[in-house]
């Protein structure tokens, strides 16, 4: 989940030895006699619908969600509605000092766990009260439109790009689409002037200074490891544009590829290529639901669901100990976690259900009352407990296009 944010479960996952990874087989999957098992296991435990609900990726641990606690974390107005940030802050330490969680500061200032703040930036107080002789600011926000980048809003507001990313917790990779909001970190920035209109035939060519380099020369003790967090690129991915293996010794002034994905039009949904890895595991959860009886509906919100979290990838890292297809969380009662990244049980914990195999523990898809009449955002939300639950909507088209042509 980008990134895609917090009570923590203290249960444990399954203390077993992790189950052997079934193959993965185009269109039959030995589900049948695991449903049966997993009612016969379920037997004794709470069904999965009672489950405790779990906190939100990104809450800190042992952090109260925000409810009725609100009215007591300081004495009436001591909260101001806005902070400015000082030389030394950080989101945690404002967060603390205010008494409010990381992750609800974080969201009420669109803000990621990777974003950065800097002195003189202005972030709201959730909950905070305004000074009665002046109204509180607002954080200046762009909202994206079609044919909007990252790179052109920073030239639009003349504020650096990389500071940009960091405050919204993008990277030069994170696509933007029509509607969403863009936090700007310059308090009440304003657009530059627009040009007058000038005819051209074509339209102007990206700056060079947004363009990312193609190429990096590896210097005296870089890893790979360190330069794909330098450069804000997928690991597997800079091993694979480079045909290295999976821990790579590099020698100085060795020239590595840099790999970028193709540029894609800003849409209000998401118009992605299935690489052979992403098909390979949307076949797998479009059979998985099939074998299961999960109708249309739920397998087009599993499908976004991964897409969302992963970009239908195996990922063997993210926000704190979220792994796998799904992100799951081995510290949130999903599994160990070779079992969340087993893909295949990874995405019968999704659905869940009688196949459900963390019963009592997890709340999968099927687990969920009225998920039939929720919309794909609601639906996954409540499975995935994102910090950022309307990411989920842009993947709903293409989803359901991947089902039709997958089966």
Do not use: C
Not at 50 to 78: F, H, I, L, N, Y
Not at 81 to 106: C, H, K
Not at 157 to 179: H, M, T
Not at 274 to 303: C, F, K, Y
């Amino acid at each position: 989940m980008t990134t895609r944010p917090e009570p923590d479960f203290e249960r444990g996952a399954d203390r077993g030895a992790p189950a052997s990874r079934p193959s993965l087989r185009s269109r039959a999957i030995a589900l049948p006699l695991a449903v049966m098992s997993s009612i016969a296991v379920a037997l004794g435990f709470a069904q999965p619908a009672d489950a405790a609900p779990q906190p939100p990726k990104g809450q800190a641990k042992g952090k109260p969600a925000a409810s009725g606690a609100k009215a007591t974390r300081a004495v009436a107005g001591a909260v101001p509605a806005e902070v400015t940030v000082a030389d030394g802050d950080t989101v945690s330490g404002i967060a603390e000092r205010y008494g409010l969680s990381t992750a609800e500061l974080l969201a009420a200032n669109g803000l990621g766990w990777s974003s950065l703040i800097f002195p003189g930036q202005r972030l709201v107080l959730p909950g905070g009260t305004a000074r009665a002789s002046e109204p509180a600011p607002e954080i200046a926000r762009h909202t994206v439109v079609a044919g909007d980048t990252m790179g052109g809003i920073a030239e639009r507001y003349g504020v650096d790009l990389a500071q940009l990313l960091s405050a919204n917790g993008l990277g030069r990779e994170s696509l933007i689409f029509p509607g969403q909001q863009v936090v700007l970190p310059i308090a009440g920035a304003t657009p530059a002037p627009a040009a007058a209109p000038v005819p051209a035939p074509a339209e102007p060519a990206a700056s060079a200074a947004d363009e990312p380099p193609a190429e990096v020369t590896v210097a005296e003790g870089d890893t790979a490891w360190d330069l794909a967090e330098r450069l804000d690129v997928d690991l597997d991915a800079l091993l694979a544009a480079n045909r290295l293996g999976a821990d790579p010794v590099l020698q100085p002034g060795q020239v590595l590829t840099i790999p970028r994905p193709a540029t894609v039009a800003l849409v209000a949904s998401v118009n992605a290529v299935l690489t052979d890895e992403m098909r390979q595991n949307a076949q797998l959860v479009v059979d998985v639901g099939r074998a299961l009886g999960v109708p249309d509906r739920g397998i087009v919100i599993a499908l976004a669901a991964a897409a969302q979290e992963s970009g239908l990838r195996n990922v063997h890292h993210g926000d704190r100990d979220s792994l796998g297809l799904f992100q799951q969380r081995p510290s949130q009662g999903w599994g160990t976690p070779e079992q969340v990244l087993d893909p295949v049980r990874a995405t019968t914990a999704f659905y869940g259900g009688a196949a459900n195999p963390n019963p009592g523990v997890t709340r999968g898809l099927l687990d969920i009352p009225g998920w039939e009449s929720m919309s794909v955002t609601d639906a996954a939300q409540a499975v995935q407990l994102s910090a950022y639950p309307s990411y989920y909507a842009k993947w709903e088209a293409q989803a359901t296009a991947w089902l039709s042509e997958l089966g």
